[in-house]
């Protein structure tokens, strides 16, 4: 069988190719983090990890696959011949995983969840602020590191798309286990009601 690459669309310019496999793009950023940081931080992801409906908004948009904040004060060792090294002030580390234009995505954080970037960034050194989102965009592509490796499951699918197969394949399994006993009159009336039902995930 031949392997067709998957071409990234145009809503990935701007992005190094090596971030990009099919509709997945990533994103990885590193800044360094004041003092007062390495409090802060672990107090407001405890917070989230905690409070209910504090990822409300975040889940609200759907294009992103995944993001993760970490925070780290020395290099991961490895063994020699790498030496151990610690860093002369924290890290903070961004991985994220969505579709769409990057410019597109660092907007939609910048004003669905401005007050939780700064949360996350306010304490990183150069942080100029979510808003407006020009200077923002321009920390992230200072701040930021390509990919050495990037895979996706799904390269043709995106985010929303894959939400929505998981609720369809349930309801889909459902009726084709009711057809084996309908009545071609029933099963008319059972497929008028499931394509009403499923419309928003087709």
């Known amino acids: ?23 997945a793009i990533a994103r990885t950023v590193f ?11 672990p107090l407001f992801t405890g917070f989230l990890r905690r409070g209910r409906n504090s990822l409300g908004d975040l889940k609200k948009l759907s294009f992103i696959q995944s993001a993760r904040w970490s925070l780290f004060t ?12 610690r860093l002369n002030s924290a890290h903070l580390y961004f991985e994220s995983n969505f579709n769409g234009g990057w410019e597109e995505y ?21 942080f100029p602020g979510a808003l407006p989102s020009g200077p923002f965009k321009d920390y992230i592509h200072e ?13 043709d699918a995106t985010a929303t798309m ?19 006993w309908m009545s071609s009159t029933e099963f008319a009336a059972a497929w008028r009601a499931f394509l009403t039902e499923t419309q928003p995930w087709l």
């Open 1 to 23: 069988m031949t392997s067709v690459p998957i071409a990234a669309g145009p809503a990935a310019t701007g992005t190094d190719d090596r971030n990009v496999h099919g509709n």
């Open 31 to 41: 800044s360094a983090v004041r003092a007062w940081g390495r409090l802060e931080l």
């Open 74 to 85: 020395e290099i991961p060792y490895n063994g020699p011949p790498q030496p151990p090294q």
């Open 106 to 126: 660092i907007d939609a954080f910048s004003y669905v969840l401005r007050l939780g970037m700064f949360a996350f960034w306010g304490s990183s050194h150069g």
């Open 143 to 155: 701040n930021e590191f390509p990919a050495a490796h990037y895979y996706s499951a799904y390269p």
């Open 162 to 180: 894959v939400l929505a197969a998981l609720k369809l394949e349930p309801r889909l399994e459902q009726l084709k286990w009711q057809a084996t």
